[in-house]
């Protein structure tokens, strides 16, 4: 028997990829339903020779999924998880609302797939940041005890949602007309212009993103002790983030081993060709499902660390490919 799937927050950039991704894939899917706000009610999306109209959310129009994947805010996710997982619907939450709750898995597949058996009916996806990164550095981190993590992100506009992305590709366009810039989304012009991230900053001088990706990696490594100091950063990139990372590892690690284990690491696609000059981009990394990795090398700086760079799509692997991983390896049983 196929499988009944709803898919919150579907007029998103999230939710189209999650729709999109779902469309290609090869699960068996009985019945699709598609949630968003009022705004988007009547709506349609194709779906596999389907036309199939957008719903207002609500609680009673879960029952009856298998699996609903919320990529509608914090808030809908606060409202509407305990309420489908109450009715038996599995859900796949995309927002930072239960993230790090304590009975909540929070699942990047490559890293911590064994959190999916314990799960009470709420799986968290982690923030995009933190997804990608821990695609990269687990990997390095088996083989060599990372204890400490310093990142400094370049954050696309589409991290912030489609509004988000509509904003750069205004600002370009009134900026080549030769019109003023407007600015709605983001506090800042993003268009042409790179900024700290635009989320509060608390009393430590970290923002929320900064917190969180800190948190995160944490929780989803296992590593309660783990050091993490990260800088987020938007820059005008349309889609897919990037991070350079410098680890602190127990044992040393070479470039070239760590090369050699991330040739072989799920997830990964080493770039790193030094003579080219060719390494990550998120030009490159936009529309993959693999994050990309380059730029390996041994900090001088330093007896047992290394540097690298990864661009990764965080509109997929930092959201709905990551979401239908857990899903896909949740239905396997
Ligand atoms: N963008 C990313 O790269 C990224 C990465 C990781 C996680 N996330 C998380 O994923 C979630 C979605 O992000 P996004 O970037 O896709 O945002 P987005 O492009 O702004 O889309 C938001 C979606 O939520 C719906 N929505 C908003 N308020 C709602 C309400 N009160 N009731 C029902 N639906 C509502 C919107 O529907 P309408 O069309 O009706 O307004 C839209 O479908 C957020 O929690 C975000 O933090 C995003």
Redesign the pocket.
């Known amino acids: 028997m196929g499988l009944r799937i709803g898919i919150?927050?579907?007029?998103?950039?999230?939710?189209q990829e999650a729709l999109h991704l779902l469309e290609a894939g090869s699960l068996p899917i009985d019945e699709i339903r598609l949630?968003?706000?009022?705004?988007?009610a009547g709506r349609v999306f194709p779906f596999r020779h389907q036309v199939v109209r957008v719903e207002?959310?609500r609680g009673e129009r879960l029952a009856g999924l298998d699996y609903v994947l919320l990529?509608?805010?914090?808030?809908?996710?606060r409202q509407y998880a305990p309420v489908a997982a109450k009715a038996g619907v599995v859900v796949i939450d995309?927002?930072?609302a239960f993230r790090m709750t304590d009975e909540v898995p929070l699942v990047v597949p490559e890293v911590n797939a064994k959190a999916l058996n314990r799960h009470s009916g709420i799986i968290a996806?982690p923030?995009?940041t933190a997804a990608i990164l821990s695609v990269a550095v687990w990997p390095l981190h088996q083989a060599a005890v990372v204890e400490r993590i310093v990142v400094a992100t370049y954050q696309a506009a589409?991290?912030?949602?489609?509004?988000a992305l509509s904003e750069l590709d205004a600002q370009v366009r009134q900026y080549a007309a030769g019109e003023t810039i407007r600015r709605k989304v983001f506090p800042e012009q993003i268009a042409f212009n790179v900024f700290s991230h635009n989320t509060p900053v608390d009393e430590s001088g970290f923002n929320e993103e900064e917190i969180k990706v800190a948190q995160e990696i944490r929780k989803i490594f296992g590593e309660p002790k783990l050091g993490v100091c990260a800088t987020c950063i938007r820059v005008p990139v349309f889609r897919a983030h990037s991070e350079a990372i410098v680890l602190e590892t127990r044992r040393k690690l070479s470039a070239e081993e760590a090369r050699e284990i991330l040739r072989h690491a799920p997830g990964v696609t080493v770039v790193d060709d030094r003579k080219a000059n060719r390494f990550p981009t998120p030009l490159d990394a936009a529309g993959k499902r693999e994050v990309l990795v380059g730029r390996l090398r041994e900090d001088p700086s330093h007896p047992r660390a290394l540097a690298l760079f990864v661009s990764g799509d965080?509109?997929l692997k930092?959201?709905a490919w990551n979401a239908i991983q857990i899903l896909e390896r949740l239905a396997a049983g």
């Open positions: 919150a927050g579907v007029t998103g950039a999230v939710g949630f968003a706000s009022a705004r988007s207002e959310i990529s509608a805010g914090s808030s809908v996710s995309n927002s930072s996806n923030n995009c589409s991290g912030a949602g489609a509004k965080q509109l930092g959201a």
